[in-house]
Every structure is written in structure tokens, then in C-alpha cells.
């Protein structure tokens, strides 16, 4: 069987090995995978011997459609909250209506309605250019405070590219084509007062005025009625998506591995490095979540829960918090969780040490006497040691 080309490294302290500058040997979570599966695996897998069968693409399709699953359950988890947030804002405008339509009826004869619309009018410009200018100006920053792509993405560590469009969340902190709460207030207020004083405009009875105030009211009262069954809609459609990934109610996907965008996730302290399926935000923790297809075993594989202790680790080193623990999901129904305690933090660690020992020293052998593993093995077919 071909050799690898073995790295020079010692063994430091700490269990890491380190090359002769100092950096720890590169391993990725799926070497972890592999190595725990059986060392003959990770070593045919290095020295270039790709897995083949139906098994592979079978599994390839399995993790696209999953992709597709998550990205659709966060697209409609999105649209719920826009929709909401929408729907929200226009309630208001329809109580400000009826509170405006019964000050008119008490301040008859007190004020003429068309003096009044110019106030309404001079004010809702000024709000329109406090909104424009709190969009484009990085007031944010110069208060330390962070914008909307760092209140999203960095608060954890993870990187993205994309910034998220108007409302799509809930504590958006404002930039151009990203209106935060001060914005999106600043700019309805203006709506709101420039339909004030465009329906006090030319009236000269105050009892005209309130009765068209009325009319509004009932006219944003449809529109409203609409947005909320938008908003119907949407939370059925997201309620739909989320049966079908399995997530718990109300969780939040932070990140989702397709392959060509997904950032890797690295630890230089340890070498370890990978891209966990997805990470989702559960009751304010970062969640890594490792998908698997095929056969669905009684109890999680060793090789699947150390590939996903690797996740947990990097999580942790990213995000500089703790996650309390781990998914592995076998299927749609077959959902466990992995602890991340002191037993598994030193399995994950032991697991780490001999593959890169294996990079240092060679050697990888055979560590079962299993056939249904040689059988099911995608590099059976490069492997001189097989049972089957």
C-alpha cells in the first residue's frame, strides 16, 4: 500500500504536534471521521483514493436537498418576521389615525387644519432627511456601536458576505439597504405625517378633517389586514420548513455549509479546522449540527459523534463561547444530542493526537475485525486489508 509522505513534527506537551515553525498539523473534522471509522479509511483517503458507490452520491444529493431545506426554513423564518414587523408598524399608523380623527373633533375651532398641515408637512421633511442621513452616515460606529452585518454574523465569529435586506431581522442596527429600528421609525414617521398633512390640506371644517382622518384609518385598517395574512402565511410555510429539518421552535440558522460560500472554521492553536453541516442558534447558543445519511443506526457511530466534537470544539474557539452540546441527525425523525463535557473534550483530543501522531509516524492500521465495515467502506476497493 503507497505510503504518505510523512511530515516532521514533535509532540508537544499538550498533546498537539507541531511541525519544525511551530504550527500544529493540519487536521480536518471529516480526518476525525474517517480515522475513528477505521485508520486504513483516513489513510487511503490521504494518499488520494476517493470513495466510490452509490452510497457517496446518494449521500452527496441527501446534503444538497438538506441545504435546500434549511435555506428555505430560514428564508421563511425571515419573511415571518418582516412580515410581522411590517404589519406592526402599519397597526400603528392606524391608531395614530383614529387618536388624530378624535383630537380633531375636541380642537374644533381651535386651530385651522391647513396652518396645521404646513407644521406637518415642514416636520415629516425634516424626518425624511434624519432618516436618509442616519442610513448613509456610520453614526454606529462612531458610537461603538455594531452595525447591522456585525450584530448578524460577527457577533459569533462567522463571516458572511451577504447583507440581509430591509427588516429581515429583528435587531437590524441600520446601513444602506439595511434600515435598522432608528431608520425604519424615522422613515414611517415621515409616511405618517406627510398623510396627516396631506389630508389636512384645503380643509377648512374640522369635522372634514376628523371624518377623512376616519376614512384613512378604515383604508390602513384593509391594508394591515392584508400584511397580517401575508404574515399567516408565511409562519405556516415556515412552520412546514421547520418540521422538515428537524429544528426546535424558534431556532435561528446562523450558518449553512453548501459547500462553494460556507466559511472553514479553524483552530490554529490545534490545527483542527472544518465545516460543520449547519450552526443554529438555539436560546442564544451557537449549535453545530452534523447531518448523516444512509442506514440510521440504534445509537450515534463513534467516527460521527467525534467528527461532530470536532465541530462543538471549533464552535467554541470561533465564537470564544461554549456550546453545551451538539446534533447529529440521522434522518428526518432520528434527531441526538451530544454533550460537550470532560469525557468527550478528552476523546476529541486523544482522537486529534493520533491522527496527527499517524502524520508524524505512519503506520495506520486495520482496528477492527468487522466485515459489515470493510463492506460498507466507499475505499474498499484501494485497501489491501480488507475482510470482504
Known amino acids: 500500500m503507497t505510503q504518505p509522505e510523512l511530515i516532521e513534527a514533535t509532540r508537544g506537551e499538550d498533546g498537539i504536534w507541531r511541525d519544525a515553525g511551530g504550527e500544529a498539523l493540519h487536521v480536518s473534522a471529516s480526518d476525525l471521521e474517517r480515522h475513528a471509522y477505521c485508520p486504513l479509511s483516513w489513510h487511503l483517503s490521504r494518499i488520494g483514493v476517493e470513495g466510490t458507490g452509490d452510497a457517496v452520491f446518494k449521500g452527496v444529493e441527501s446534503h444538497a436537498k438538506i441545504h435546500g431545506q434549511m435555506a428555505r426554513y430560514e428564508k421563511a423564518r425571515v419573511t415571518v418576521i418582516r412580515e410581522l414587523t411590517v404589519w406592526g408598524w402599519w397597526f400603528g399608523i392606524i391608531v395614530a389615525l383614529l387618536i388624530d380623527a378624535a383630537a380633531w373633533y375636541l380642537i374644533a375651532g381651535q386651530m385651522a387644519p391647513d396652518e396645521l398641515a404646513r407644521y406637518l408637512a415642514l416636520l415629516a421633511v425634516v424626518w425624511l432627511v434624519a432618516m436618509l442621513i442616519s442610513t448613509v452616515v456610520p453614526w454606529r460606529r462612531w458610537l461603538n456601536w455594531p452595525t447591522a452585518a456585525e450584530a448578524e454574523f460577527s457577533k459569533g465569529g462567522i463571516e458572511s458576505s451577504e447583507l440581509s435586506a430591509l427588516f429581515q431581522k429583528p435587531e437590524f442596527m441600520g446601513g444602506w439597504l439595511a434600515g435598522g429600528r432608528v431608520e425604519a421609525a424615522l422613515g414611517l414617521g415621515a409616511i405618517l405625517l406627510s398623510i396627516h ?192
Open 197 to 388: 398633512a396631506a389630508a389636512l390640506w384645503n380643509i377648512s371644517d374640522t369635522t372634514h378633517a376628523g371624518f377623512i382622518l376616519l376614512a384613512a384609518a378604515m383604508l390602513w385598517t384593509l391594508m394591515a389586514s392584508w400584511r397580517l395574512q401575508r404574515a399567516l402565511i408565511a409562519d405556516n410555510d415556515m412552520e412546514e420548513a421547520r418540521h422538515q429539518t428537524g429544528l426546535e421552535k424558534d431556532a435561528e440558522i446562523a450558518y449553512s455549509d453548501d459547500s462553494k460560500a460556507a466559511d472553514l472554521l479553524v483552530d490554529n492553536k490545534t490545527g483542527l479546522r472544518g465545516r460543520p453541516d449547519q450552526i443554529v442558534i438555539v436560546d442564544g447558543e451557537f449549535i453545530p449540527m452534523e447531518q448523516k445519511t444512509g442506514k440510521i443506526p440504534h445509537h450515534p457511530h463513534l467516527s460521527h459523534k467525534v467528527q461532530l466534537l470536532a465541530y462543538i470544539h471549533l464552535v467554541k474557539v470561533v465564537t470564544k463561547h461554549e456550546p453545551p452540546f451538539g446534533v447529529l441527525r440521522y434522518g428526518e425523525a432520528d434527531i441526538h444530542q451530544v454533550d460537550w463535557n470532560d469525557s468527550h473534550k478528552k476523546l476529541l483530543m486523544k482522537q486529534l493526537g493520533e491522527v496527527q501522531r499517524l502524520m508524524a509516524e505512519g503506520g495506520a492500521k486495520r482496528n477492527h475485525q468487522r466485515d459489515g465495515k470493510c463492506r460498507n467502506c466507499s475505499r474498499r476497493h484501494g485497501c489491501t486489508e480488507s475482510l470482504v
